[in-house]
C-alpha cells in the first residue's frame, strides 16, 4: 500500500528537460519591442539609483545582490554575447551604467554595515564581487543558458526581497524612491513576457517570474506607507 502511495505522489522528469528544449520563435518585432520596454525601463532605474545615491549619499540599491548584478552584465556582455543585437545592446548600457553603481558602492555602502571597519568593508567587497562573477560565468555554462534567463530572474527576486529589507533595516525613505522600484517593477515585467514566449513550459521560472511581481507590489506599498509616516509626498522624490 505504500509503495502504491509513494508511486502515486512520484514525478516523472520530462525527456529532454526544459532546460535542454530549444525556444520558441518570436516575431522580430515583439522581440526587439519586449527588449526595449524590458532594457529602457532598467535603465532609467539605474540612473535613479544614481542619482538618489549621490544626493542622499546612501547606496541606492542593496549591496550585496549588486555584486551578482554587476557580475550578470559583465558576463553577457562580454563573455556568452546574446544571440539577438538589441539585448547585448541593452546589457552593455546596463554594465556600464553599474560601474558607477559599483563607485557609489564603494564610496557609501559602508553604511550599512557600522560594524566593519573599512578595511574590512572593501576586502569583504572585492571577495564576494570575485565570487558573484564566477557564479555567474559557472553557473551559466553548467546550465548551457545562452541568454542567462535562470541567473537572471533568480538574482531578480533576491533583489526584490533585499529592497524589502534594505526599507525594514534602515526604517526610512533614504537612498530610495517610488520611481527606482516602478523602473525595475515594469522593466522586469517585460522581460517576463518575452521568456514565457520563449519558454512556456518553463514552470520553475514562472514561479520566479510571478515572485518577483509580487515582492516588487509589497516593497512598493511599503515603501510609499514610509513615505507617508514621514510627512512627505511618495512622488516627490527623484
Request: proline share 5%; hydrophobic share 50%; charged share 15%.
Amino acid at each position: 500500500m505504500l509503495i502504491t502511495t509513494i508511486d502515486m505522489l512520484s514525478v516523472s522528469f520530462p525527456s529532454p528537460p526544459p532546460v535542454l528544449q530549444d525556444r520558441e520563435e518570436v516575431n522580430s518585432f515583439v522581440l526587439q519591442l519586449l527588449v526595449l520596454t524590458g532594457g529602457i525601463p532598467w535603465m532609467l532605474t539605474y540612473f535613479w539609483i544614481i542619482r538618489r545615491g549621490f544626493k542622499d549619499r546612501y547606496l541606492a540599491m542593496p549591496l550585496v545582490p549588486l555584486f551578482f548584478n554587476f557580475g550578470w552584465e559583465f558576463t553577457y556582455s562580454f563573455v556568452y554575447v546574446p544571440p539577438f543585437t538589441g539585448q547585448h545592446y541593452v546589457n552593455i548600457a546596463w554594465f556600464f551604467l553599474d560601474i558607477l553603481i559599483i563607485w557609489q558602492g564603494i564610496k557609501f555602502g559602508r553604511k550599512d554595515y557600522p560594524h566593519l571597519t573599512q578595511r574590512q568593508f572593501l576586502w569583504i567587497f572585492a571577495g564576494v564581487l570575485v565570487l558573484a562573477y564566477a557564479i555567474m560565468i559557472l553557473m551559466n555554462r553548467d546550465l548551457g543558458d545562452d541568454i542567462g534567463g535562470y541567473t537572471a530572474f533568480t538574482l531578480n527576486a533576491f533583489i526584490s526581497y533585499c529592497f524589502i529589507l534594505m526599507l525594514t533595516k534602515r526604517k526610512s525613505t533614504v537612498g530610495q524612491t517610488m520611481y527606482i522600484g516602478l523602473g525595475k517593477l515594469f522593466g522586469t515585467l517585460s522581460s517576463s513576457i518575452l521568456y514565457i514566449l520563449f519558454y512556456p513550459d518553463r514552470w520553475g521560472m514562472m514561479v520566479l517570474y510571478t515572485t518577483i511581481l509580487f515582492l516588487d507590489i509589497v516593497y512598493l506599498v511599503m515603501l510609499r506607507r514610509q513615505f507617508i509616516a514621514e510627512g512627505s509626498s511618495p512622488w516627490k522624490k527623484f
